[in-house]
């Protein structure tokens, strides 16, 4: 037999061998066999050094040729193992993650998101657009421009976090972004904004440093207090989900006039007796009024043509009542046995 039909017949056994071979080492153990130093092909070849020059050319040649596809078998054989490994590994360590883990809790949104996002559903439901309010104001956002000057004893009741000499505040109230509101808005405006604000209070069971608040400021042409007792009746009614009905008491407040108390009745009692509305029947909820002139004039509304309404909700206390928490720190503390009942 001649050296290439040696060669042939090798390749030919090397192709049906390497369909047996299912693993990588077996492999690489075949390949040594083969075309290592001592393997059968490395010294079928050796028999080309002993051809004649023209054998050389023609049959060392093909020789070659079949070398080259005897490699090539056992590169698609190591391409198919590997892909037949991802395969089975694909099969076999397939996981199906929508089965439930038999302890898993599920996970909450914190109480007061909660109601800050059902606040924002009723107003966006009525109209309203949504502003975040700033954590960080001017001094003269949170109290010039909302009507409160340097010496206006307003100042006082609000006991602020001053960052030092940069006429930066942390924002005491969200009634801090009516100013901006009035500036970057068209007329007519109804938006509402939910904001963190800080004060240096001592913390006892309603007061805290840190809270939240929900600003609603609307300006139009002949807007009344009427569309302030609307707006405010249909959240309440909608986030206590009964008929809630609405009083309203005058209140002071320097960036509105007339400024109103706005008390909700109790969601809990029908008017009966309960330690919330303390036999009253009325709960004392939403601070607000009718714009100020001077607020309006600041940014250039001519209260002469356009009014308007302001409220500033306290969203812990909206949280509290819905609740039923007894305790304003809760909100602030990582207290998992609180936080888990919601
Ligand atoms: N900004 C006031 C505060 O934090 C609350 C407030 C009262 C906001 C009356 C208003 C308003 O918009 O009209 O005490």
């Known amino acids: 037999m001649s050296l290439l039909d040696d060669a042939r017949d090798l390749a030919d056994t090397v192709s049906r061998?390497?369909?047996?071979?299912?693993?990588?080492?077996?492999?690489?153990e075949y390949r040594g066999d083969i075309l290592w130093k001592n393997g059968d092909l490395t010294k079928l070849m050796k028999g080309i050094k002993d051809l004649s020059d023209s054998e050389k050319r023609t049959i060392g040649k093909d020789v070659n040729i079949v070398k080259d596809r005897i490699i090539e078998a056992f590169e698609t054989r190591r391409e198919a193992i590997a892909i037949a490994s991802i395969e089975r590994s694909i099969r076999e360590e397939y996981e199906d993650m929508s089965i439930p883990y038999p302890h898993m809790r599920g996970t909450h949104v914190h109480p007061l998101t909660r109601v800050r996002r059902e606040v924002e559903d009723v107003f966006v439901r009525m109209g309203f657009s949504v502003r975040e309010s700033d954590e960080i104001t001017t001094e003269y956002a949170n109290f010039d421009a909302v009507n409160i000057p340097a010496t206006h004893p307003a100042r006082d009741m609000q006991d602020t976090f001053w960052l030092s000499d940069t006429g930066y505040v942390l924002a005491t109230q969200t009634s801090c972004m009516q100013n901006t509101i009035l500036r970057d808005t068209p007329i007519p405006i109804r938006t509402i904004i939910p904001g963190r604000v800080f004060r240096n209070e001592a913390v006892d069971a309603t007061h805290e440093n840190t809270f939240y608040q929900v600003e609603g400021i609307v300006v139009d042409r002949g807007i009344h207090l009427g569309h302030l007792k609307y707006c405010l009746q249909t959240m309440l009614s909608e986030i206590f989900q009964k008929h809630i009905d609405i009083r309203m008491r005058p209140g002071f407040f320097p960036f509105v006039e007339p400024g109103v108390e706005l008390d909700s009745s109790c969601p809990f009692c029908d008017g009966k007796w309960c330690r919330i509305c303390k036999h009253s029947w009325w709960i004392e909820?939403?601070?607000?009024?009718?714009?100020?002139?001077?607020?309006?004039?600041?940014?250039?509304?001519?209260?002469?043509?356009?009014?308007?309404?302001?409220?500033?909700?306290?969203?812990n206390r909206l949280a509290m009542l819905k609740?039923?928490?007894?305790?304003?720190?809760?909100?602030?503390?990582?207290?998992?046995?609180?936080?888990?009942?919601f």
Do not use: K
Request: proline share 6%; hydrophobic share 45%.
């Open 323 to 341: 609740y039923a928490i007894d305790h304003i720190r809760l909100f602030m503390e990582p207290d998992i046995r609180f936080l888990s009942q």
């Open 17 to 28: 061998h390497l369909q047996s071979i299912t693993t990588d080492e077996t492999l690489t």
């Open 285 to 315: 909820l939403v601070p607000a009024g009718m714009i100020h002139p001077n607020v309006l004039r600041e940014w250039g509304v001519d209260p002469e043509i356009y009014s308007g309404f302001a409220f500033g909700l306290g969203l």
